[in-house]
C-alpha cells in the first residue's frame, strides 16, 4: 500500500485506568504518522509561517483496545485531494505472530493556508505530485 508506516512506541503514561491506551492518544499517533508523510514531501527547512496547513477535522474509528505491551504500527496514506485540503487517513494495527489486527482508524482533513494573507490556498502542485504517489 502506498503511503507510510511507522513503529509506534506506547508509553505507560498513554494507558488509562482501565490498563488500555487511552482514546484522546490516537490523535497524537495519527500526527505522529502525518508528520511522516508530509516529510515525504516538504523540505526540513519549509516555512510554515508562508504555506502552512490547517487542521480541519479528525475522526476516529476505535476497533480494538491496545495495551501496553502490544507491538502496533501506524499507517498513513493520503486520500481525496481538492482544490485547498486534502484527506489523509490512518491505520493503527497490532502486529501478532506477523499479521497486523486493526486497532483504529481515522481521517484528518488538512486544509492548505496561507499565514501571512490569513486564509486557505490551493494545494501547491508540487504537493499534490506528491499526495498522487501517496494515495492508497
Not at 48 to 54: D, R
Not at 71 to 94: E, K, M, N, P, Q
Request: charged share 25%; proline share 4%; net charge neutral.
Amino acid at each position: 500500500m502506498p503511503g507510510i508506516s511507522l513503529p509506534i512506541q506506547i508509553r505507560f503514561a498513554d494507558l488509562d485506568m482501565a490498563h488500555h491506551v487511552h482514546n484522546a492518544v490516537y490523535l497524537h499517533w495519527f500526527e505522529l504518522a502525518r508528520m511522516e508523510l508530509l516529510r515525504r514531501f516538504i523540505p526540513p527547512g519549509h516555512d510554515w509561517k508562508k504555506l502552512g496547513l490547517i487542521l480541519a477535522r479528525n475522526e476516529v474509528d476505535y476497533r480494538q483496545t491496545i495495551h501496553l505491551h502490544d507491538r502496533i504500527v501506524g499507517h498513513c496514506h493520503a486520500g481525496r485531494i481538492g482544490t485547498r485540503s486534502f484527506d489523509l487517513h490512518y491505520r493503527i494495527v497490532r502486529v501478532k505472530d506477523g499479521q497486523e489486527e486493526l486497532c483504529a482508524e481515522g481521517r484528518s482533513v488538512m486544509v492548505c493556508f496561507d499565514y501571512a494573507a490569513n486564509g486557505p490556498i490551493a494545494v501547491p502542485q508540487e504537493w499534490r505530485n506528491a499526495l498522487e504517489q501517496l494515495t492508497a
